[in-house]
């Protein structure tokens, strides 16, 4: 399909997608709108950064126009209350004047705004379970007429513990419903999702779940621990565009976010301990191009979408592979060319090759500057650590042992 406008839809919103520059859809919105727009259930496995919020804000849309009934018509799940703003504001940008604003139910935000939204007539809700769970439990919201559910990122609200109140959720929503469900992976648990509540679904499967995009360049650099800092400002110096940085500790974000504000760079940081007023400050200081760079926690890996991302940088290797999936699909998106660094130390060598042995990649080696390192290059600094390790003094035969505690988060390699 070339254009939008081959599809079977409404005039208005036609003219919806137009007025906002929607032109041509990705993949994932030519094969999913059709589908949803059968009235058919869907299970939709893409990569971040595929147009998965206009795959189902899309038909949505169109089943509020087809039906003007009073009452919750839609339901959006998702695992965060920052992926949540950005789907309402999605809506909220194509609805038009035909349709009301989304009521948005999530923690950090004013209850009473919320109680408001819903009691001025929503038809759509964008929740987080939790929130939404508590209001069930209140008696603040009615489900009778509900006609779509969709769960969004769904493989990442099971990471984060939220399949019982999902249950609880969908276990009193009318069974006579489309439920769609988009995610980037298919485990168990999201499969007995599948099984349990969703009606012969078409599945759409978008390439490979667990290898970046082909759009996207991944590099790594291999640099001394206390000169991580050093590097990332080299490379932010040379990258025009936005750039994200991701760092595993609350605490290490913030000391890299002053470090670069001292530095002269205008960064802005997202974790788990900012207030909601803070996140959303710096989410939106770096949307506007106010701040260059921003630096999050895993927490902004997932469901937060912020456009023309030129850079993606860890500075800290990531815990588990498939945050470094998610983390580096905020960049290349849309079909758009993107950067993902890594940097290393020199005795995290053997985490780097397990991670890329786990996602099936290989990362291109870089010099300290920007330089691609070239296999002789590798094979000479190789054969200096052998010698380096040959040399190094042994211990005394009868020298007292010690004892390696693992402390919190650590791992303990023996050279």
């Known amino acids: 399909m070339q254009n939008f406008s081959e599809l079977p839809l409404s005039p208005y919103t036609q003219k919806q997608l137009s007025i906002n520059n929607f032109v041509t859809p990705t993949p994932v919105q030519d094969a999913a709108i059709p589908q949803a727009l059968a009235g058919k259930d869907l299970l939709a496995l893409a990569q971040t950064g595929t147009g998965k919020t206009l795959a189902f804000v899309v038909p949505m849309m169109e089943q509020l126009l087809a039906k003007n009934t009073p009452g919750i018509t839609a339901l959006v799940l998702v695992p965060t209350r920052e992926l949540a703003m950005q789907v309402a504001e999605q809506y909220d940008a194509l609805r038009g004047p035909k349709l009301g604003p989304a009521a948005v139910v999530v923690g950090g935000l004013s209850e009473r705004a919320q109680i408001a939204s819903l009691r001025k ?3 759509v809700i964008v929740a ?10 209140r008696g603040l919201v009615i489900f009778r007429g509900l006609r779509t559910l969709v769960l969004d990122e769904a493989d990442r609200m099971l990471d984060m513990g939220f399949l019982p109140a999902i249950r609880r959720i ?4 009318p069974k006579e419903r489309q439920t769609m469900l988009f995610s980037a992976t298919l485990e168990a648990s999201a499969a007995r999702l599948v099984n349990d509540y969703m009606r012969n679904p078409v599945r759409l499967s978008f390439g490979s779940q667990s290898k970046p995009h082909d759009n996207i360049r991944v590099q790594a650099f291999e640099v001394p621990s206390d000169r991580k800092q ?4 080299r490379l932010l110096a040379n990258e025009p565009g936005r750039c994200l940085v991701f760092a595993r500790t609350k605490r290490g974000t913030e000391r890299i976010a002053k470090n670069l504000a001292r530095e002269g760079f205008a960064a802005a940081m997202i974790h788990g301990d900012r207030s ?7 989410l939106t200081g770096f949307q506007t191009g106010r701040y260059q760079v921003l630096v999050a926690t895993d927490l902004a890996s997932r469901g937060i979408h912020v456009e023309d991302i030129a850079h993606v940088i860890n500075y800290d290797l990531p815990e588990v592979a498939e945050n470094f999936i998610h983390r580096v699909g ?3 998106r849309a079909g758009n060319s993107g950067v993902a660094s890594t940097l290393f130390a020199r005795e995290q060598r053997s985490e780097l090759h397990s991670l890329e042995r786990q ?6 080696r870089m010099t300290a500057d920007g330089a691609a390192a070239t296999p002789e290059m590798e094979a000479r600094n190789a054969a200096r650590a052998a010698v380096k390790r040959q040399n190094a003094p042994r211990r005394p035969a009868d020298a007292p042992k010690t004892r390696l505690v693992r402390l919190p988060g650590e791992v303990l390699q023996m050279v």
């Open 230 to 233: 050093e590097a990332l400002e």
């Open 359 to 364: 996602l099936g990649i290989k990362m291109e």
């Open 170 to 173: 969908v276990g009193v929503l």
């Open 121 to 123: 007539g929503a038809r």
């Open 276 to 282: 909601q007023s803070q996140r959303t400050a710096a």
């Open 128 to 137: 987080t379970p939790g929130r939404l769970e508590d209001f069930l439990d």
């Open 330 to 332: 905020r960049t290349g």
